[in-house]
């Protein structure tokens, strides 16, 4: 049985190493290979359990809590593997990690998933980190929010069962979502959906751009959300003729408009429970059927309720060109 970390005053553990370490010289001349190897399973266990002792505080015996202590103070912020093997105590913090995310609902991401996104655009590398000094890599992770999600067992549990499917990587994706609606889903459990194949990013474009769900990200309809996070507004088909719009395109108007209703200026971080206001929404001016165009200047950000106004001919094209303009 593997031998678990001792925590212990970390002063002491690096006089103790370093102690070991000096005594070990003398070996080195007149030790054969085998007492070589011998002396130095104690400096390892020492190094061990210097690095599990570095983190300070109450219910930190075990390594997954060490992991999730050191992903919490450094949330926001990707972090290399090494490090968590360090303050684990133990080689095999991979698997702590899955433990983490599946069976307590810590939204932790990969640097393979970060990667992906990046790759498909679904992700700028600008809003990933400000540490220029770390790459991305297999081996690298970042904590979303520092927060645990309840219901992610549950969640994981049908991921799971929608995963063994029949079904292709967009339809397992699109029913997961439709579960979730309202709710924050990680790439993680959307990569796992898809076997882990690289085109998941891809596939959630398509239902956004080109089969009109309303999924949004961070860099594609709310700022508001963390990096990595996905979510299905409305269980909700937009409108054919709004289905076809860039992201590009999506995202100038979104920005120029501040990411908020032109009409009441109501945005994401204005959302409480009981307000019918729960979706940004952007509308041609001049409909698809009469050769309006998808550019930014013919379209307008509305929230979902004088997005419906519009529709029932409530708000005219001549007031929403001026709530553009500005008069």
Request: contains cysteine.
């Amino acid at each position: 049985m593997a031998r678990r970390s001792q925590r212990s005053d970390p002063h002491l553990l690096r006089q103790q190493l370093i102690t070991l370490l000096t005594d070990f010289d003398k070996r080195l001349n007149q030790s054969d290979l085998r007492e070589q190897v011998q002396a130095l399973v104690p400096a390892n266990y020492l190094l061990r359990d210097l690095g599990s002792s570095l983190i300070q505080g109450e219910n930190l015996e075990n390594a997954r809590d060490r992991i999730i202590a050191y992903l919490c103070k450094y949330h926001g912020s990707l972090i290399k593997g090494d490090e968590l093997m360090v303050v684990a105590g133990i080689s095999e913090y991979a698997r702590r990690i899955r433990e983490l995310r599946v069976q307590e609902g810590w939204p932790i991401l990969s640097g393979a998933m970060i990667r992906q996104m990046i790759d498909e655009g679904e992700l700028g590398e600008s809003e990933l980190t400000s540490d220029k000094n770390l790459e991305l890599s297999p081996d690298s992770y970042i904590l979303l929010e520092n927060s645990q999600d309840r219901d992610a067992a549950f969640r994981w549990n049908s991921a799971n069962r929608i995963r063994k499917s029949e079904k292709g990587i967009k339809s397992k994706i699109l029913e997961y979502l439709r579960l979730n609606v309202g709710e924050h889903v990680t790439g993680e459990e959307l990569k796992y959906l898809a076997n882990d194949k690289s085109e998941w990013p891809r596939r959630i474009r398509e239902l956004r751009t080109e089969e009109g769900w309303p999924i949004l990200t961070k860099v594609s309809g709310n700022p508001e959300l963390p990096v990595g996070v996905y979510v299905l507004e409305e269980d909700k088909q937009a409108q054919p003729h709004d289905r076809n719009i860039p992201d590009s395109v999506r995202v100038d108007v979104l920005t120029r408009d501040n990411h908020k209703c032109r009409k009441c200026n109501w945005g994401y971080s204005n959302l409480i429970p009981g307000d019918p206001r729960r979706i940004l929404e952007l509308h041609h001016i001049i409909h698809h059927a009469n050769r309006g165009t998808n550019t930014a200047d013919n379209l307008i950000t509305l929230c979902n309720v004088h997005h419906d106004q519009v529709h029932k001919n409530e708000i005219t094209p001549e007031e929403l060109i001026s709530l553009i303009n500005g008069v």
